[in-house]
């Protein structure tokens, strides 16, 4: 893990993804990925190796076992932070609907935007708008973060 970590590198790298087609459970950047693939990814590119790999999983396997798995992953690997108390490089977790588990994850870019893969489209970058910002359930920061 590289003590040299900036907020600048996750971001720059999170760019980096951007067109990339959303293929689920991929994790290759200009090949395909999906948004859990978008952070595992970036992690390869700035830490190492991934510390676990998350097996296969179907598009509602979060809604089937009723778990935060995403989010338990997260905080194994990951600095938990309050949901709304992050930053640009930090990863963020979504939940469709109040009681369903998160499912969804994104790497802020700024306080008001990220990069993120879903359905249907390539990676790219939006603005966190008040949809976005009413289902935030989680956010991480990476570890070794430097500032």
């Given at each position: 893990?590289?003590?040299s970590l900036?907020?600048d590198?996750i971001?720059?790298?999170a760019?980096?993804?951007?067109g990339?087609?959303?293929r689920?459970?991929a ?13 595992r990814?970036?992690w ?8 676990e790999?998350?097996?296969p999983y ?8 009723g778990?935060?798995r ?10 938990p932070l ?6 640009a490089?930090d ?10 588990p998160a ?5 802020a870019?700024?306080p ?9 489209a390539?990676?790219c970058?939006?603005q966190?708008?008040?949809?976005w910002l009413?289902r935030?359930?989680?956010a991480?920061r990476?570890?070794?973060?430097a500032?």
């Open positions: 893990m590289s003590a900036t907020r590198h971001v720059a790298s760019r980096g993804w951007i990339t087609p959303y689920h459970q994790s290759l950047r200009g090949v395909g990925c999906d948004c859990l693939g978008l952070v990814g970036v390869r590119e700035l830490i190492g190796p991934e510390p790999t998350p097996g179907g598009a509602d396997w979060a809604e089937a076992s778990l935060e995403l989010a338990e992953a997260g905080a194994r690997h990951f600095t309050s949901a709304f108390d992050f930053a490089g990863v963020l977790l979504f939940r469709w609907r109040e009681g369903l499912k969804h994850a994104a790497i870019t700024s008001t935007s990220m990069v993120h893969a879903h359905d249907g390539c990676v970058e939006v966190i708008g008040s949809q009413q935030i359930a989680f991480f990476f570890p070794g973060l500032d």
